[in-house]
């Protein structure tokens, strides 16, 4: 088969997924095998493919294309999250820019127009995936939405009822203006922004004296039912028990004494106003305080607040500024940094607000979720996250799960007069409500407007994707899946939550192990994002650089649950890496095979060498695996093939310029590419396919998705060793040559001071051939000491030379050593110094230890060396 001179990544990634696709290799179906399955962290239907996404299903991808070569029945289920609050946003914008308002619709008729939304946009994100060479079992592609899900989530809502751990109650919640729907603590983002503190007086209600309360939110004081002052501040004692007046609406107020105020805040006096702010509310409990809602869902003023009514809250806190200033009880503006919590979908001010909700009570169900990652039945990677997440769920507050949004999975509750009836259907709720009420009808039943939190399906996901619910073979078979790979930022919102729900309805974890994957930053450390504009598109990094070129990109610089500073020169080192394999396949598939001919000895060493050395990347590799250390050992692989094969390898091997090679070296030679191929697939499938498919022989049906991976064999570390000996010498000879500008293929006689090291390479027939081979040599020989006009370099321990036909510059020479001997010495006395630690030595492995001991030995005996040869040098001058 003919090789193309370039490598198009464009044609070949498309040409391998096509064939992927068609031949089933991502499905996967219960069976005699051991399991492997991953869940996808399902992405918004409202996304596009962005670093953060390129970065987790890369992760992902690489080990499920492991466990697939390890013979595991691997199975990766993708699917989409319906995103309440996203998705109805863009739906509602895209009617209003049709000229058609929500409000202008029935519930049905707006969930039409968000099916086809959904159908037309929201298996986008998805097939950018493919691109990215996913391989996902897309005959199970769920959604969070569809039939099989939205029956677990009712069940699972229906089954918390009947348990008592849900209840429905009036709390302070984060109020979303703009969604207008209740969020979660951990969809509020904080950020401490520029304010004001505004300085107000409240008169006495006689007139006699006033207190000056400090405020970032002067609109609020319309909702003012007290002010506060703490008991012990003496500058207020004399305000003890009498009342004030709120400014503009003139309502007389209680002020009441509590340990809770701060006393060095502001002034010291505090408005409280219980219906606009949690710690308020909790003072009004206490106090008995009248609660007073200023505000309407979309964030402006409400009848009760009396005045600027229908005005949005931030035009009317410059109208209460303008009325305070006219009434002359504004005291002063002070310019004031605070943190002001935003919408992490819409990006409007949350605002504190007393609403009917339903919520988890989640103390009720933490326990197996808290002690299952403590004991590391459910194993973290990195281990610091056990801190983060142990904190969280000590301190787990109670779980606000309805939404006001019509897209969603509608909340099983009916009403009836003062009763609610919760069932998974309208027929099961009436069943229950004629208990009590005989006569009634399915049209007297109200169902509950509201709709669940997106998470309550998500944290089913492990168990729903599976039909869970419905005690399927699947659930029987893939559950618990193997590993979790997600952000650390969500570790509350999903992670801990599908722990508990595992738990909950399966007695058992949903992973056991999860990998938290660090944020993909630029390189001044900023998180990417559109609004800073240093986010690139991640299609058109596939479209330059090739999809295996991006993902070598982003795992090469991805530390274990490090953020990872991208930059773009990594996928076009990438992009450059896969140009190299394709080089050396043309390179070894280009060689004439002459059957008789004899197999030279150096190849034998050769093959022996890298056979030994592939081994121990195998077993390099897969205690990096076990660690989740990625890019490590992606690095590695990256070495072990650009330098290891096809610099120093395919130099040993490959015959002289227009002779044929030995029949075994090509044939080992291609069985040890086929190795490579297998190992590097799961990083870089696309590359690694097609360079199978042109070594594949008559003997080989499978492709290498479905290779074997290698199974770990004998390390001979003395081969690696005295091979790496050979490559040292080799180097120093090369170094010579261009020092000195001595032609490549000249042909020079190596010398070597007499110690064990050259004794063996004269005497070992395989080592002499090769180094003679590598280096260019006519002939390696053994001498007592340094030859005239000779120029030398140091190899380990040993000293060689080189005799030159030309005079050498003594000081040249001279300056050049004395250079080597400083840098030898700082090398030295590093090593040194780790071994001086006490800690280094006592809690290091013990071959580490042991590495260093050998360095520092190593790097004496250089220096000896080179204060012999300038000794020797100055004794010439």
């Known amino acids: 088969m003919e090789i193309s001179s370039q490598y198009i990544a464009s044609e070949i990634e498309s040409k391998w997924y096509q064939h992927w696709m068609d031949n089933g290799y991502f499905h996967s179906e219960p069976d005699e095998r051991s399991p492997f399955s991953i869940v996808i962290p399902p992405p918004n239907v409202t ?25 595991l029945n691997a199975c990766w289920v993708p699917g989409t999250d319906h995103a309440s609050i996203a998705t109805e946003a863009k739906v509602v914008k895209m009617l209003r820019e049709e000229g058609v308002k929500k409000s202008d619709l029935t519930r049905d008729e707006f969930l039409n127009h968000a099916w086809g939304w959904k159908d037309k946009y929201g298996g986008i994100i998805l097939e950018q995936l493919k691109k990215l060479g996913a391989s996902c079992d897309w005959e199970r592609t769920a959604f969070t939405m569809d039939d099989t899900r939205s029956e677990g989530v009712i069940k699972a809502f229906v089954d918390l009822y ?11 919640v984060n109020w979303d203006p703009q969604a207008q729907t209740v969020l979660s603590n951990e969809e509020v983002l904080y950020k401490e922004v520029q304010g004001n503190l505004y300085h107000i007086k409240y008169m006495l209600e006689d007139g006699s004296d006033f207190l000056t309360i400090a405020t970032t939110r002067p609109e609020t004081l319309l909702g003012d039912s007290a002010v506060a002052i703490h008991p012990d501040d003496e500058r207020f004692k004399h305000f003890h028990g009498k009342r004030v007046i709120v400014p503009i609406v003139n309502r007389s107020v209680p002020i009441i004494v509590d340990d809770y105020v701060d006393i060095e805040f502001g002034t010291g006096a505090l408005k409280v106003t219980p219906a606009h702010d949690i710690n308020d509310y909790d003072l009004g409990k206490k106090h008995n305080l009248e609660v007073i809602e200023i505000f309407n869902d979309d964030g402006s003023i409400s009848e009760a607040g009396q005045f600027f009514v229908g005005e949005d809250r931030f035009k009317a806190r410059k109208l209460v500024k303008a009325q305070l200033e006219e009434d002359e009880l504004l005291v002063e503006v002070e310019p004031y940094r605070h943190n002001v919590g935003r919408s992490e979908r819409t990006n409007a001010v949350v605002e504190p607000k007393l609403s009917l909700q339903w919520y ?14 403590e004991s590391d039945t459910v194993e973290f990677f990195p281990k610091n996250m056990k801190n983060t997440y142990r904190h969280w769920m000590v301190n787990i507050r109670d ?11 509608r909340v099983p509750a009916y009403y009836y007069k003062d009763d609610v009836f919760v069932s998974e259907s309208p027929e099961g709720a009436l069943t229950k409500a004629q208990q009590k009420y005989p006569d009634l009808k399915q049209e007297d039943l109200k169902q509950d407007e509201d709709v669940l939190d997106t998470w309550f399906s998500s944290w089913l996901w492990p168990i729903s994707v599976f039909d869970g619910f419905n005690n399927s073979k699947d659930i029987e078979y893939y559950y618990p899946t193997s590993v979790l790979v997600t952000g650390w930022d969500i570790i509350f919102l999903w992670v801990a939550r599908m722990i508990i729900a595992g738990y909950e309805w399966k007695g058992t974890f949903p992973f056991k ?30 479209e330059k650089f090739g999809a295996d070129g991006v993902r070598f990109g982003m795992l090469s610089c991805s530390p274990a649950g490090g953020d990872l500073l991208f930059d ?27 059957s008789n001919k004899t197999q030279p000895i150096e190849n034998e060493l050769a093959i022996d060498w890298f056979t030994s050395l592939s081994n121990s990347i195998i077993e390099s590799l897969d205690k990096k695996f076990e660690e989740y250390r990625l890019s490590e050992a992606l690095i590695d692989l990256y070495s072990y093939v650009w330098t290891d094969f096809c610099s120093w390898y395919l130099e040993m091997v490959k015959p002289p310029y227009g002779e044929a090679i030995d029949i075994y070296t090509k044939e080992k030679t291609v069985e040890l590419f086929r190795c490579i191929c297998t190992l590097l697939h799961p990083y870089m499938p696309f590359i690694t396919e097609e360079v199978w498919s042109h070594l594949k022989n008559e003997t080989i049906s499978t492709d290498c998705i479905l290779s074997q991976y290698p199974i770990l064999d004998v390390v001979d570390p003395q081969i690696i060793t005295e091979t790496d000996i050979i490559k040292s010498i080799v180097s120093g000879v090369r170094d010579l040559r261009n020092k000195h500008q001595i032609k490549p293929k000249e042909k020079l006689t190596l010398f070597g001071i007499e110690d064990n090291i050259t004794n063996e390479l004269v005497q070992d027939p395989k080592k002499k051939a090769m180094l003679t081979k590598l280096s260019f040599l006519d002939e390696f020989e053994i001498v007592d000491s340094e030859l005239e006009n000779a120029v030398s370099f140091i190899a380990g321990k040993s000293k060689f030379f080189i005799q030159l036909k030309q005079e050498i510059n003594i000081e040249e020479a001279l300056a050049e050593k004395e250079k080597e001997l400083k840098y030898q010495e700082g090398f030295i006395i590093g090593v040194q110094k780790k071994l001086a630690n006490e800690r280094f030595v006592q809690n290091a492995p013990e071959a580490v230890v042991a590495n260093e001991k050998k360095k520092l030995a190593d790097g004496l005996s250089r220096k000896k060396n080179l204060e012999q040869s300038i000794e020797e040098l100055k004794s010439r001058l």
């Open 399 to 409: 779980w606000c799960i309805s939404r006001q949004l019509w897209w969603g999975q």
């Open 360 to 373: 988890v009570n989640m103390k009720m169900l933490v326990d197996p979720a808290l002690e299952a990652v």
């Open 513 to 542: 192990q999860v990998y938290f994957t660090g944020m993909v930053r630029d390189q001044k450390r900023r998180k990417m994002s559109k609004s800073l504009g240093n986010s690139p598109d991640a299609l058109a990094l596939i």
């Open 568 to 594: 773009e020169k990594l996928c076009e080192q990438g992009r450059n890496f896969t140009n190299k394999i394709w080089n050396a396949l043309r390179l070894v598939q280009g060689w004439e095979v002459e």
């Open 162 to 172: 009947n348990k008592d751990v849900l209840y429905r109650g009036k709390r302070m």
């Open 47 to 71: 996304g596009v493919l962005h670093m953060g996404h390129m970065l987790n299903n890369t992760i992902q991808d690489i080990l499920i294309r492991r466990a697939r070569q390890k013979g």
